[in-house]
Nanobody, 125 residues
């Protein structure tokens, strides 16, 4: 079992920045993929970013490329999502997710077995 706890959400003005953190516990996540997804009211959950824990390779949704950056801290077993130049359309609940099946498409939410509780990000115009 893996437990994921997100933190760092909040209210920010458009153009501002936030840094989300996702702390993993319960077992080591080496060779796993750690992803961030988001869900706005009335919309489906969508992929934001993913990082392969062992290789450090990353992938991003087109809508956040150049603005968001995903990273990891091996010592703290924590994944971060640095969000810059935030827009009102980035408003959503952001979820951290983990999967050992990194050979599957890691942009799909059904690839992931473990999920955090979510953290609200609100960007005002």
């Amino acid at each position: 079992q893996v437990q994921l706890v997100e933190s760092g959400g909040g209210l920010v003005q458009a153009g501002g920045s936030l840094r989300l953190a996702c702390a993993a516990s319960g077992r080591t996540v080496n060779n796993w993929a750690m992803g961030w997804f988001r869900q706005a009211p009335g919309k489906e959950r969508e992929f934001v970013a993913v990082i392969n824990w062992s290789s450090g390779s990353t992938d991003y949704a087109d809508s956040v490329k150049g603005r968001f950056a995903i990273s990891r801290d091996n010592a703290k077993n924590t994944v971060f999502l640095q969000m810059n130049s935030l827009k009102p359309e980035d408003t959503a609940v952001y979820y951290c997710a983990a999967t050992s099946r990194s050979f599957l498409p890691t942009t799909r939410f059904d690839t992931y077995k473990y999920w955090g509780q979510g953290t609200q990000v609100t960007v005002s115009s």
